[in-house]
């Protein structure tokens, strides 16, 4: 912690500039020098001193000074009045420093936080340019390009959106004009004249050897892969604070400014702010304004109230105030935001969209591939027939460990009905997890499709989906997961008398099991889910159409919620996982494949379109639980079990079944 400006000091001018223009002199100190010099000084002798002290060659202006004065900008700015008073209170309230290091604006869409931030980044300029020397005031090399970066991944989209626009501004603005025009004719090879320049950077590369003062981040920098642009916006606020920074963490001139529309706990903002330490937070000035605190004149004085959502709830509109007001729980409270009457049909009609468009509120809705949490909550109502989702094995555990013994398999059996089931593995050796799901098909509904071809819907029957089995190995430290162990586990299954109709495998790392199991008589082949959209689209499909249900575990419903579309396929967010929800979604289209072209389904389809539908119709139907108590009581077995099943293997690969229904019926009678 920077030590309290010693009386003595404030008797010795240069003792005291020297400490200043050392980055000993934090923000805290510099408001109580303030302080001391209002009590002492004229305002006018104040500035004088401030400025000296701070190493400045002419005073700068105030912020309001340069978007007001025809010699800065004047009406070549005409920023939104909410923002110069934001700025002016919040960030700039001197001229010679802020309190702040950093700056995230996740504000609504249309409220001017690109064009904002770029006259912010403008002022930074300004200033530094009245410094006396820049290059002395830092102790840096004087062949060093003290740099205002711009910040996007490619150069050609940071032309178009950021820097054309600027070069704009800065070619209508009087004082900058005359100085780049005062370089032009020094031959600089800079924009500005003692080397300080304005440069487009799309990778963290192009500012070595560069003194990055000040940069600014738009939301195209979304567009790059994932982890890229964070460690590029790492990078650079690393760089800034080493060569610009006071000691205490605070920047006498230059901040970093993100900008980003509100997406979600994915996005790069995000991860840059999941990254940021207390004291940084304390630094940093977040703002997330909806449109109608910037542009009130647009928008009625009269409101209403919206629920944002929560991980349990999706977001709504309520049906009164009174409603509203009647709500007890804290949580729910805190979410519930006062919307203008006059755009509430938008929230009405989609609210995800709205909040995030208009408010500038980041929903889980609207970032998540799954866009229903209560949907998703609905849907993972199964019983998770796993007595451990996550199961920590390694080579050792070969010959001792069966992964069969994890799973309720008589109970599968009652839910199955002699039915197939459909494996997907998302294998790994080491770091994630080794991914493992059982699909079936459980029942049929029916459903109207449109058809394009003549613009008619024709009603279909469409599988209902149902996962009992989504599990994960894990490697014990030291240790690799053994591929013998998940073989045992599909050889057991199998000669528990359970049809295994595919394996599929998500990488070719599997080639040699998925060739063990096709010798052995399996339908075995690689599927990869990260190769396009497709099967994942489908998968969220039959979820959004109540046709998937899924076992009630807490890390698939962590990875269900965090998917996102990256473009090319969808994946996790940088500290996220989908091993789970991989293998759960290979599975399903296992299954859905397997009855594509099934016909005679038509004739079994019911007309059900809900969930809670489905679960009404089949209320009469006898569930697993209670098929288990009618064979344990001596109801039969025949009725659950076909004596002439068809073997799950060809041939007799493997061998005969070890369980026939001799042994089944002694199973149940010793319960």
């Known amino acids: 912690m920077t030590s309290e400006i010693k009386r003595e000091e404030l008797a010795s001018t240069e003792a005291l500039r020297k400490r200043i223009l050392s980055r000993n002199c934090g923000w805290d100190e510099s408001q109580r020098l303030l302080a001391v010099l209002k009590a002492r000084l004229d305002e006018s002798e104040v500035e004088t001193v401030l400025a000296y002290l701070s190493g400045y060659k002419t005073i700068p202006p105030t912020f309001r000074e340069f978007v007001e004065n025809d010699d800065f900008g004047g009406q070549a700015f005409s920023m939104y009045p909410f923002w110069i008073d934001l700025f002016e209170e919040k960030l700039f309230p001197t001229r010679y420093g802020s309190p702040y290091s950093l700056v995230i604006n996740q504000s609504a869409i249309g409220t ?28 840096l090399t004087r062949s060093t390009k003290l740099t205002a970066g711009l910040y996007t991944p490619t150069l050609s989209l940071g032309q178009a959106i950021l820097l054309d626009p600027i070069d704009q501004m800065l070619a209508d603005n009087p ?46 920098s979304e567009v790059v892969q994932h982890g890229m642009a964070e460690k590029t916006i790492r990078s650079l606020t690393r760089r800034q604070h080493s060569r610009f ?59 209403h ?34 919307v203008p009457i006059n755009v509430l049909d938008m929230f009405k009609a989609n609210c995800v969209e709205a909040l995030q468009d208009l408010a500038g509120v980041t929903t889980l809705s609207s970032v998540t591939f799954f866009p229903s949490v209560e949907q998703l909550t609905r849907s993972l109502s199964w019983s998770n027939e796993v007595k451990q989702a996550l199961i920590p094995v390694g080579m050792k555990d070969i010959g001792t460990t069966r992964l069969i013994d994890y799973i309720n398999v008589d109970r599968i059996k009652v839910f199955l009905q002699g039915r197939e089931i459909f494996i997907h593995l998302d294998p790994a050796l080491t770091g994630d997890n080794f991914g493992i799901a059982i699909s079936y098909v459980d029942d049929w509904v029916k459903m109207e499709r449109y058809n394009a071809v003549d613009n008619t819907t024709v009603e279909r029957a469409l599988p209902v989906i149902v996962t009992p089995v989504v599990m ?3 490697a014990k430290p030291g240790s690799e997961i053994p591929f013998t162990l998940v073989e045992e586990l599909i050889l057991d299954l199998a000669l528990n008398n359970i049809r295994i109709g595919k394996v599929t495998f998500d990488t070719f790392q599997s080639r040699q099991l998925q060739q063990r199991l096709v010798n052995a008589g399996f339908n075995a082949e690689v599927r990869s889910l990260d190769r396009n ?25 962590k990875e269900m919620q965090e998917l996102v579309d990256v473009g090319s396929k969808i994946d996790h967010p940088p500290l996220g996982s989908k091993d789970l929800v991989d293998s759960a979604c290979g599975s399903v289209i296992n299954a859905i494949e397997s009855v594509a072209d099934r016909s005679e389904a038509m004739a079994t389809g019911r007309e059900i379109n809900t969930l809670d539908e489905f679960v009404k119709a089949n ?7 209670d098929m288990l108590k009618r064979a344990m009581t001596g109801g ?36």
């Open 619 to 625: 209320a009469g139907k006898e569930r697993p639980e």
């Open 175 to 220: 004082f900058f004009y005359r100085d780049m025009q005062a370089a032009k004719k020094a031959n600089a090879q800079t924009k500005f004249t003692r080397n300080i320049d304005l440069v487009l950077l799309s990778r963290v590369q192009q500012s070595v050897g560069r003194g990055i003062f000040v940069f600014l981040s738009d939301e195209t």
């Open 112 to 139: 001017g936080k690109t064009f904002s931030s770029s006259v912010c980044l403008m002022y930074e300029l300004c200033r530094f340019l009245h410094l006396e020397d820049p290059h002395d005031r830092y102790n």
């Open 533 to 557: 959209k497709s099967s994942y689209i489908e998968f969220r499909r039959l979820v959004g159409e109540n046709r998937w249900l899924g076992p009630d575990l807490p890390l698939l419903k």
């Open 636 to 671: 039969g077995l025949d009725d659950i079990f076909d004596d002439d099943e068809e073997s799950p293997l060809r041939d007799g690969d493997i061998g005969e079944s070890v369980l026939d229904l001799t042994d089944l019926e002694e199973f149940f009678e010793g319960l």
């Open 472 to 474: 994960g190995l894990t």
């Open 245 to 303: 920074g006071n000691k205490d963490g605070t920047l006498p001139a230059g901040r970093g400014y993100i900008m980003s529309s509100a997406k979600g706990n994915d996005s790069v903002v995000e991860s840059v702010i999941a990254d940021l330490s207390d004291s940084a937070r304390d630094r940093t000035l977040f703002v997330q304004e909806p449109q109608w605190s910037v542009k009130p004149d647009k928008f009625d004085k009269r409101t």
């Open 305 to 338: 109230p919206v629920f944002i959502g929560s991980e349990t709830s999706d977001p709504f509109v309520y049906e009164t105030r009174e409603a509203a007001e009647a709500e007890k729980d804290p949580d729910i409270i805190g979410r519930i935001i006062e």
